[in-house]
């Protein structure tokens, strides 16, 4: 929301900003990089004399497939825009635009501008670029979808690795196991071609089904 300082005379407003921060892997999420992010953040928002959450966050969450606006933070921030929680006027500060949005270009534009009518401003950290609904600079709109199609390749292009990864791996199924994943009594051989039988483990299984036989368990 909008806070009001001051008296009658001499009010000022202080905007309210929030920081987003999406981080798609778990290893991302680890080292100094999160805390390196919030201190940026903190540092613009306190330059600008802004009142700053830090709370919007979508950690180990993909923005490739939408993921971060069908059931993430993202999502949810723009939805309590639209209900008139966050007050127009408000700022959403950002490290870098695929941040936002990995989806097809126009996916993310859509994304993009309807922050924007919604009355929010978006703020990019990495090249200091402040968008508005009202002063739209076409230069720095054009290099910002530029990115968004740089962020989708990119995501395309890994995307397409990890698929040919995995076909690879199901052709060669009969050979090789294609994930170590089993019950918790297996193990995946050296030369991943079977699942091991780990005896102790299977032992505390039987004997759970000889008692499940038995008629013992939970009433």
């Not at 540092?43 to 497939?65: C, H, N, P, Q, T």
């Given at each position: ?22 981080m ?51 999502g ?14 408000s ?14 270009p ?29 002063n739209?600079?076409?230069?720095n ?17 890994k ?58 368990g939970?009433?």
């Amino acid at each position: 929301m909008l806070y009001i300082r001051g008296s009658l005379e001499h009010m000022t407003v202080t905007i309210k900003a929030y920081s987003y921060i999406r981080m798609s892997s778990e290893t991302q999420t680890k080292g100094d990089s999160l805390q390196r992010q919030l201190e940026k953040t903190k540092r613009y928002a306190d330059e600008k004399g802004w009142i700053l959450d830090d709370s919007l966050r979508d950690m180990g969450v993909s923005a490739f497939k939408g993921k971060n606006i069908e059931d993430g933070a993202l999502g949810k921030f723009i939805n309590l825009c639209r209900a008139g929680e966050i007050e127009t006027g408000s700022v959403l500060i950002i490290k870098n635009l695929d941040r936002m949005s990995r989806q097809r270009p126009i996916d993310a534009f859509n994304i993009f501008t309807s922050i924007l009518k919604l009355g929010v401003d978006i703020v990019v950290l990495d090249d200091g670029k402040h968008f508005t609904e009202d002063n739209m600079d076409m230069g720095n709109l054009f290099i910002s979808i530029g990115g968004m199609v740089r962020a989708y390749a990119e995501s395309e292009r890994k995307s397409q690795l990890i698929s040919s990864a995995w076909a690879r791996k199901r052709a060669n199924g009969t050979e090789k196991k294609l994930t170590r994943r089993c019950p918790a009594w297996l193990v995946l051989s050296k030369d991943r071609t079977h699942f091991e039988i780990i005896e102790d483990r299977v032992a505390t299984i039987r004997t759970i089904f000889d008692l499940c036989l038995q008629g013992h368990g939970y009433v």
